[in-house]
């Protein structure tokens, strides 16, 4: 994370110099070739610059200079066997459910999507999408059929981005996006439409005004439907660092943190088994405030909300409940599992091959396997939790102070059972240690190549008989790279997303611990032994999976197997690796 810090105070201002220096370099690609040399040829740089940039101890990592006077990118994982599978519309279905971004889609149960926002300020809407537009691609099948038969899911940043979208365009061009996609039989989901909405032009309170898209694979309409694609895609991008990753993972868990310090004795049992997993986690955070999320920082300068990130933020953490953090919670809150005692994990998963779902429930079985062994050593009855006076204080301030603004929410656990303790500790282990991998070691590996993942839309869908237009008849990858993140905005994007993306060589990961007097208890020893066991024989399960040919979302049309949940990893940009803690 230091070398965020330098890289923002060091190195950014004098890639601004150049890439600005228009006399040097434009700060625009002109081809999709050109984005791919940043990882084969790199970007050629003035000696000056090269000299000052080149011993920032932060940045020998990640930019390789080998003397040929170039700054240069590791290829990142979505590119590395096919240069262009990730333009397929198969891969736009797969990432969301083992991309970067895994836990949005949600299961379609009422048609046409319906908005939660408030009618009276933002006047109607609800989406535009018909059964006709989807009836188009569904072959023999109707859309009640498809409904009933739960095949169709829908991507929705409608709500989130809708109310911010006057103000984000003030600097952008930007669309509040929803996305409805069909599972196929060979279990792979297929986009059905894309509608791109616009506040109202006589203002928002009259509602939206929107578009919808339908698949296209020839001509100039192929190049409006990436296009589309791409508009959300940002959207997806922006929500996924600020909600998925900043606020679902490294906010949520400072007031757990900050209350275990106060309240919880070092010999506390609970403090032992829940302080590895807030390794670092504060120090990071005080960096990302200083770097990351601060005005005018990296986060506003390359991502399409700019300075209306962290307030887009702070509106969906209303909408957050502790309790649905855990995954059964969440995948049965998005519609995507229903309980079923006879499947494995009691859930079954109603789109099967969803590798995110199916990896994360074998991890989050293992923790809270685990936690509930542990705490029972400790706590035989419901009443030792009520009589615990450092726990009661600890969960006290936990809810009332650290999430002060939701503490009268019903859903908080009243910390008066052994299962409140053991269902709590585990939400705030899942959080700090697979959660957080999961959204964010993919990020250089998806990310990295900007047109798989841009962060920025700067042109709207061009209207026929426009200079843009005929651009795009013209030529389709010049249209798409003008469209979404800038030269500049992408090389500082990539060196971010691969410092977060890499493991340091003194990880601590999941069923470790690196300090190995941390209990003198041996029953207590022993169930964290059963507990790493565990998740090495998970691992192996895992791989197995992603050798299985009939699961095509595991390796997709880009041919990268999914690996994010795998526990171990060595150091380094390894696309797996769950640390015990937010660590970077």
């Given amino acids: 994370m230091y070398g965020i810090k330098s890289l923002s105070q060091d190195v950014l201002p004098l890639l601004q110099s150049v890439i600005f220096d228009l006399n040097f370099t434009p700060n625009e690609f ?21 000299s000052q940039i080149s011993p920032l101890p932060a940045l020998k990592e990640i930019l390789r ?3 040929e006077q170039a700054l240069k990118f590791p290829p990142p994982q979505v590119i590395r066997v096919s240069k262009s599978a990730w333009n397929t519309d198969e891969e736009f279905g797969r990432e969301m459910l083992a991309g970067v971004n895994p836990n949005v889609i949600r299961l379609l149960q009422e048609f046409p999507p319906k ?8 006047g109607d ?30 991507l929705d940043y409608h709500d989130a981005f809708m109310p911010y979208l006057e103000r984000i365009n003030l600097n952008a061009k930007a669309y509040a996006t929803r996305t409805i996609l069909f599972l196929q039989d060979d279990g792979t989901l297929k986009p059905l439409a894309i509608e791109l909405s616009l506040p109202h032009s006589n203002g928002v309170q009259y509602g939206a005004e929107s578009k919808v898209f339908l ?9 409006i439907w990436m296009l589309a694609k791409a508009h959300v895609i940002v959207n997806d991008s922006c929500y996924h660092q600020l909600m998925s990753h900043w606020l679902n993972t490294h906010a949520v868990m400072e007031p757990f943190i900050i209350a275990t310090n106060r ?12 302080f590895p997993h807030y390794r670092d986690t504060i120090n990071i955070n005080g960096l990302a405030r200083q770097a990351l999320i601060n005005a005018g920082g990296i986060i506003e300068q390359t991502f399409c909300p700019g300075p209306n990130s962290i307030e887009i933020s702070s509106a969906v953490y209303k909408n957050w409940v502790f309790t649905d953090q855990a995954l059964p919670a969440d995948l049965i809150k998005r519609g995507l599992a229903v309980e079923d005692p006879s499947s494995p994990h009691g859930l079954r998963l109603v789109i099967e091959d969803y590798p995110y779902a199916v990896d994360g429930l074998e ?20 009443e030792a939790v009520q009589k615990d006076t450092e726990i009661q204080k600890w969960w006290k301030e936990a809810v009332e102070k ?14 008066q059972t052994v299962q409140d303790l053991v269902q709590s500790c585990s939400i705030i282990i899942w959080t700090a240690s697979a959660l957080h991998a999961a959204v964010n070691f993919g990020q250089y590996p998806y990310g990295g190549y900007i047109l798989n993942r841009p962060t920025i839309s700067r042109r709207f869908i061009p209207e026929p008989g426009t200079p843009e237009y005929d651009e795009m008849v013209k030529s389709p990858q010049k249209a798409y790279l003008r469209t979404i993140t800038p030269k500049y905005q992408t090389l500082v994007d990539l060196s971010v997303i691969e410092i977060l993306s890499r493991h340091a060589s003194d990880e601590v990961y999941l069923g470790e611990n690196n300090n190995k007097f941390w209990t003198s208890d041996t029953r207590a020893v022993q169930a964290f032994q059963k507990f790493g066991s565990k998740l090495t024989e998970i691992e192996g399960k895992i791989t197995k999976r992603n050798n299985e040919s009939s699961l095509r979302n595991r390796t997709g049309p880009v041919q990268l197997p999914y690996t994010l949940l795998l526990r171990s990893s060595e150091e380094g940009l390894t696309f797996r690796g769950i640390p015990n803690s937010i660590s970077i």
């Avoid at 002109?30 to 090269?50: A, C, M, Q, W, Y």
């Avoid at 698949?215 to 190049?223: D, I, L, N, Q, R």
């Avoid at 650290?402 to 009268?408: E, I, P, V």
């Fill in 30 to 50: 002109d081809s999709f070739d050109e984005v791919r040399g940043l990882f084969e040829g790199g970007i050629k740089l003035p000696t000056d610059i090269l």
């Fill in 65 to 67: 200079t080998d003397g």
């Fill in 115 to 122: 908005s939660t926002l408030d009618a009276t300020v933002y």
């Fill in 125 to 154: 809407q609800n989406s535009t999408i018909t059964k006709e537009h989807l009836e188009t691609n569904l072959g023999d099948i109707t859309v009640e059929e498809a409904l009933d038969g739960k095949r169709l899911f829908l």
């Fill in 215 to 223: 698949p296209a694979h020839e001509g100039v309409e192929s190049t």
């Fill in 263 to 274: 309240h919880l004795s070092v010999l506390h049992p609970i403090n032992k088994l829940l």
């Fill in 363 to 382: 991890i989050w079985d293992a923790i809270k396997a685990w936690v509930q062994d542990y705490v029972s050593l400790y706590y035989p009855t419901d």
């Fill in 402 to 415: 650290g999430h002060g603004d939701l503490k009268d929410k019903p859903w908080w656990p009243k910390m």
